[in-house]
Nanobody, 114 residues
């Protein structure tokens, strides 16, 4: 059974930082592409950042230079370091794994106050 468990969300003031973690089980993590998506109220889910099994990364233009995605294959965990947070970053953040098919975590709320 595949499980993706996110943690690290919360309430932070604008300009602050948070680090999200996603612990994966039930997949061969080292060969899985991983990503973080977010969905704000009334908006579609969007890709925030992705990382391939080889470590190549890509980011949404809105977060480039502020967010960093990384992975620790020994811990089956992917991270999203979020710095210089803005109110428009407020959303539910979802972990995604591509391993034969897409898998999703339950989401973690990030709220940035102005």
């Amino acid at each position: 059974q595949v499980q993706l468990v996110e943690s690290g969300g919360g309430l932070v003031q604008a300009g602050g930082s948070l680090r999200l973690s996603c612990a994966a089980s039930g997949i061969i993590f080292s060969i899985s592409a991983m990503g973080w998506y977010r969905q704000a109220p009334g908006k579609q889910r969007e890709l925030v950042a992705g990382i391939t099994s080889g470590g190549r990364t890509n980011y949404a233009d809105s977060v480039k230079g502020r967010f960093t995605i990384s992975r620790d294959n020994a811990k089956n965990t992917v991270y999203l370091q979020m710095n210089s947070l803005k109110p428009e970053d407020t959303a539910v953040y979802y972990c995604n794994a591509m391993y034969l098919r897409d898998y999703w975590g339950q989401g973690t709320q990030v709220t940035v106050s102005s």
